[in-house]
């Protein structure tokens, strides 16, 4: 019983914290962190609803339907080799939410967060043709580095944000070992080219 609760709990915070939300958060931390608080609530809801659609519905949406066409359960989908064609999908997502906000000539910064997210997702998709790494892991790092970035571009003290995110780093690797989707050293991975790319993409570009 108690360890088809700690299962249960491991699903639940692979769900919560899945990579795809996380630049969302990213977006709703500097509206409401920055000086881009200022802005006009009807543009951040436009914001923030581009955001949704093309990093979050779109990409789930989609690999969704791709998974349910090849006939894979979620456990079957995480193979190294059918990862591509998700990544893919996720990344031409991604580029088109990029268009977009250039479009629609949104500040700089908000920019830098779809950049950071689609340089960690090309390195994992790269990576991935050599060795599976977690892509959980390595949003949460994305969070980390583009966190110290941010930090030292507004210049404000960013240890207790990093100590949340640290620890929802720790837990989200866990679980991803507890539900067996990956080792040790792929979870470590995937949270080191996160913290390193979104990093070097936010100081950048």
Known sequence: MREKQIILAAKVLSVVFTPFYLPLLGLVSLLTLTYLSLLPLTYKLFLLFTFWMFTVFVPTMLIRLYRRYQGWSLFELASRERRVIPYVISIVSYLLCYYIMVAAHVPHFLGTILIASLVIQVVCALVNLFVKISTHTAAIGGVT?????????????????????????????????????????QVVIGYLVGVVCAFVAVLVF
Do not use: D, K, Y
């Not at 110290?148 to 507004?154: G, K, M, Q, T």
């Not at 960013?158 to 837990?171: E, F, S």
């Open 145 to 185: 580095g583009a966190l110290l970035a941010f930090s030292l571009i507004f210049g404000f003290n960013p240890v207790w944000w990093l100590c949340v995110v640290l620890l929802i780093a720790g837990l989200l690797g866990t679980c991803r070992m507890i539900l067996r989707q990956h080792s040790l050293h």
